[in-house]
């Protein structure tokens, strides 16, 4: 209903939008970029490796470099979907530009076959994934509303389930492109994962009439910049009234209130980083002006926004090593497996990077069960809505995460002893000699490293979500993206330190030759600097303050104009 110079315009009842019947087309699709991210990520190394004849410390740097520059640019993607173009568009002209890359490399390894179009399509699959990433998921859920507590359950769930749908995709890839790389060619692999790109396109585009879609609410940077702006421009005022002083921003354009006025729902006051809340006070410059000069006064929900955005950076780089320990998975783990015994029968042998898809059938029983059992038993016992809490959440899976490297370390100190029982150590073709030993011993660090996703990769998506501000969502997407991003080159870090290390004290830890390498110490090593690390987490996520709002009463609130 609408009123404007005295007429009542009825409008007509619209089709209820958003919800599962919307947000399935998107899952869809987010399942078939996963898809075609991890069906190429899960074999790059091996290629590069052989097809390529990269040393394996550089094929593993190129791939992780590969993986931090996809998970970087989310952050340009989401600031342009939440400023300009808004998450729909984002997410059309981000996968047009995706499917362009995948086609450039499976021309760059037939038709053309050249090294530098493979590592240009190679990034403008980035370029694309840079603008894809952090809408698709920020855009699906946004198709649930908030206004019920069904609701909101709903959306706590829809990660939950999301997460799972990205897992489906990956176990696929990994079994099905892993397969036809290592049996046809790289060729046929990715000309399948073209196909999937685009057919996923046509069925998103079908569900358009379906969706909700928010509007570009402009730049959240901006926003950022004029609370620090205006909190320096008041350094010196005093706040003296407490919040009888603060503006709470009832009006855009001025403090005059309006005929009626009405309830607002606000970000409540936090007590933290009040070096900030300047940026609220109306001071006597204020209240003589009519007109709000939004580079000296902003309001109580721009500042505690502000504040949100500052909390969520410890969490973030509290968990880069646990992303560190993820890409494992795709380096070393993988190159770890092609020197052991695949073979199922006498015909067929298990896909080197095949394994992963092994993360993801974990993670397929780990998140129904955890959504459908532990849930429910953990809000019995601690009463909260979720069971625990979802910076907890993110903990275990950090604490798991330690689990994962030692395991790990003891079954590449296995291998060798096997390798050197069977005299393949002192064997000038040592790297190429398959080793007696089953690949199924490396099965329980896989299965640990997925239920430690499962805690905290949910967790991260759901944290970075509810969180930020609601005008940047986008980038709240894209920042939990930059965690393994960053990760990655934090690993390519730590490689590259441990190689120069190690060279100069008596051998390399890390070569292309496993066997004569000490794998399993650089596995130690990142197992304590994870337990590290998780001692950092628990001191800062002991101090993290969650978002919360409240209703303020504008007839009740008055300033000298």
């Known amino acids: ?33 996963q898809f075609a991210n991890i069906g190429l990520g899960s074999n790059l190394i091996l290629y590069l490796n052989k097809a390529l004849n990269e040393p394996l410390t550089e094929a593993a740097k190129n791939r992780n470099t590969w993986v931090g520059v996809s998970s970087i640019f989310p952050l340009l993607g989401g600031f342009i979907a939440d400023s300009y173009l808004g998450r729909f568009k984002t997410i059309i002209i981000a996968s047009l530009i995706y499917l362009l890359g995948m086609i450039l490399l499976t021309l760059s ?26 809408c698709v998921q920020t855009f699906a859920a946004d198709q649930f ?57 046509v069925v998103f ?13 402009g730049s959240p940077i901006t926003s950022i910049v004029r609370v620090f702006v205006a909190a320096f421009r008041k350094w010196r005022v005093k706040d003296s009234r407490g ?82 320990v993820q890409s494992q998975l795709g380096t070393f783990f993988t190159k770890q497996s092609s020197t052991l015994n695949r073979s199922i029968g006498q015909h067929f042998v298990i896909p080197s990077a095949a394994l992963q898809g092994f993360v993801g059938i974990v993670i397929l029983f780990a998140v129904p069960i955890y959504d459908k059992v532990f849930v429910p038993f953990a809000r019995k016992i601690t009463g909260h809505h979720s069971g625990i809490t979802v910076l907890q959440r993110i903990g275990v899976g950090l604490f798991l995460s330690i689990f994962t490297m030692i395991v790990s370390a003891l079954v590449e100190t296995k291998r060798v002893s096997v390798a050197k029982n069977h005299n393949i150590v002192d064997n000038n073709h040592s790297k190429e000699i398959i080793i007696p030993m089953s690949i199924w011993w490396m099965l329980p660090q896989y299965a640990i490293l997925g239920i430690s ?25 894209a920042a939990y993206l930059s965690i393994v991003g960053v990760g990655s080159f934090v690993s390519n870090g730590i490689i590259s330190v441990v190689v120069e290390i190690t060279s100069k004290v008596g051998g390399k830890w890390l070569g292309s030759d496993l066997n004569k390498a000490h794998l399993n110490y650089f596995y130690w090593v990142l197992a304590m600097l994870s337990a590290l690390n998780l001692c950092v987490y628990l001191w800062i996520a002991k101090g993290f303050v969650y978002k919360k709002r409240h209703v303020v009463e504008t007839s009740k609130v008055e300033y000298n104009t």
């Open 1 to 33: 209903m609408e009123e404007g110079n005295g007429d009542v315009q009825i409008q007509p009842t619209k089709t209820k939008k958003g919800g599962w019947h919307a947000a399935i087309f998107i899952i869809i699709m987010e399942a078939a970029e």
């Open 109 to 134: 390894v037939s038709i053309v076959k050249n090294k530098k179009l493979f590592f240009t399509a190679l990034y403008i699959l980035s370029v694309g994934d840079g603008g894809h990433k952090p």
């Open 145 to 201: 509303a908030e206004d019920t507590i069904q609701e909101r359950d709903a959306k706590r769930s829809f990660f939950n389930w999301w997460y799972l749908a990205i897992v489906i995709g990956s176990v696929f890839a990994v079994f099905v492109i892993g397969y036809l790389m290592d049996n046809v060619s790289w060729a046929i692999g990715l000309l399948v994962l073209a196909s999937i790109l685009a057919i996923a396109l």
């Open 205 to 217: 585009l079908l569900g358009m009439k379906r969706y909700t879609k928010e509007s570009p609410k």
């Open 243 to 324: 919040p009888d002083s603060y503006w709470y921003g009832y009006d855009h354009d001025s403090f005059h209130h309006s005929q009626s006025p009405q309830p607002i729902q606000t970000l409540a006051h936090t007590k933290q980083y009040r070096f900030l809340d300047k940026a609220m006070i109306i001071d006597e410059h204020d209240a003589s002006r009519k007109i709000i000069n939004p580079w000296r006064l902003c309001s109580m929900t721009q500042v505690e926004e502000v504040k949100l955005v500052i909390r969520l950076i410890p969490i973030w780089l509290s968990c880069l090593m646990f992303t560190v």
């Open 453 to 477: 996703d499962a805690f905290t990769i949910v967790g991260l998506q759901e944290l970075f979500y509810d969180q930020m501000p609601d005008a940047m969502r986008s980038l709240g997407a």
